[in-house]
T-cell receptor, first 111, second 116 residues
Framework: KQEVTQIPAALSVPEGENLVLNCSFT??????LQWFRQDPGKGLTSLLL?????REQTSGRLNASLDKSSGRSTLYIAASQPGDSATYLC??????????FGKGTTLSVSS | NAGVMQNPRHLVRRRGQEARLRCSPM?????VYWYRQLPEEGLKFMVY????????ESGMPKERFSAEFPKEGPSILRIQQVVRGDSAAYFC??????????????FGPGTRLLVL
């Protein structure tokens, strides 16, 4: 049974710091892995999607990596800003089924 | 192109009442997923539907919950005889699954259900 774990559960950093969020999954048989952002009381915004054949994806200050064999992904945020404060969710898509989510990392960036 | 729409955004029900949650997928999308986010929990898959068909309902509770996606109109998640444990945020996502494995699911803003 696929399980997704995100560490840490919460993180507080000062503005400008570079940071890494971690995601691990137990079954390497996945189509893709996706990172989402969720603001309080809001829906999910897709940040990056990495196909199983890819190693990383970049969008602006965000970089996500995928090591399928070890069941790990990281989301790197460069030069963090207060507007980055949100909960970040990692989700994997096993073949043919819906997304399986971790519980998320709640990030707080102070100015 | 409007995104995924869900209504109502907030819904309050008393125990024993029925809750109906609606989801209109993005234009051109014919695949809908429903997820539930309980307090302090991650999102959990409930059901996957195509137009007029339930494809995978392995995440749906066996009783009181049902879902449909008719040929015309939005997808409906229906909860009968609600209990306090049904209080959660319910998210709908849609996709153009023909593009798999590059499929991206686009999420709506969610419906927050509170059962008193």
């Amino acid at each position: 049974k696929q399980e997704v774990t995100q560490i840490p559960a919460a993180l507080s950093v000062p503005e400008g710091e570079n940071l890494v969020l971690n995601c691990s999954f137990t079954d390497s048989a996945i189509y893709n892995l996706q990172w989402f952002r969720q603001d309080p009381g809001k829906g999910l915004t897709s940040l990056l999607l990495i196909q199983s054949s890819q190693r990383e994806q970049t969008s602006g200050r965000l970089n996500a990596s995928l090591d399928k064999s070890s069941g790990r992904s990281t989301l790197y945020i460069a030069a963090s800003q207060p507007g980055d404060s949100a909960t970040y969710l990692c989700a994997v898509r096993p073949a043919g089924t819906a997304l399986i989510f971790g519980k998320g990392t709640t990030l707080s960036v102070s100015s | 192109n409007a995104g995924v729409m869900q209504n109502p955004r907030h819904l309050v029900r008393r125990r024993g009442q029925e809750a109906r949650l609606r989801c209109s997928p993005m234009k051109g999308h014919s695949h809908v997923y429903w997820y539930r986010q309980l307090p302090e929990e991650g999102l959990k898959f409930m059901v996957y539907l195509q137009k007029e068909n339930i494809i995978d309902e392995s995440g749906m509770p066996k009783e009181r919950f049902s879902a449909e996606f008719p040929k015309e109109g939005p997808s409906i998640l229906r909860i009968q005889q609600v209990v306090r444990g049904d209080s959660a945020a319910y998210f709908c996502a849609s996709s153009d699954r023909d593009r798999q494995p590059r499929e991206t699911q686009y999420f709506g803003p969610g419906t927050r259900l509170l059962v008193l």
